[in-house]
């Protein structure tokens, strides 16, 4: 839409959905199975209890976010022309031709 409009667009993607190791991919194949079988909890209070299981103790987000909390992690450059599903965010930048 935005190429239809005179613009030129570029893609990024951030946070990578691929399992990056033997316990990533064995959470993700547990996670689709759960999903598939409707075994998800539906309140707050069950997923928080999941997430203990699977990742360990929970980390309160604190009031203000500040430089150097977290790893910095650059968007990659994806291709505009097929649809992408291995990134948690898109990130489109578009410039006026």
């Known amino acids: 839409m935005l190429q239809n409009n005179g ?12 399992p990056n ?6 959470i993700a194949t547990i996670k689709r199975i759960a999903v ?6 539906k309140t707050m209070k069950g997923k928080e209890f999941l997430k203990r299981v699977f990742f360990g103790k929970l980390i309160p987000l ?6 150097g909390m977290a790893e910095y992690s650059a968007p990659v450059p994806i291709p505009n022309d ?16």
């Open 62 to 67: 604190p009031p203000e976010i500040k430089d």
């Open 7 to 18: 613009f030129k667009v570029e893609f990024y993607g951030a946070f990578s959905i691929l």
């Open 36 to 41: 598939a079988l409707r075994l998800i909890p």
């Open 21 to 26: 190791g033997l316990k990533e991919e064995a």
């Open 82 to 97: 097929k649809p992408n599903s291995e990134y948690k965010v898109i990130y489109a930048v578009a410039r006026l031709r």
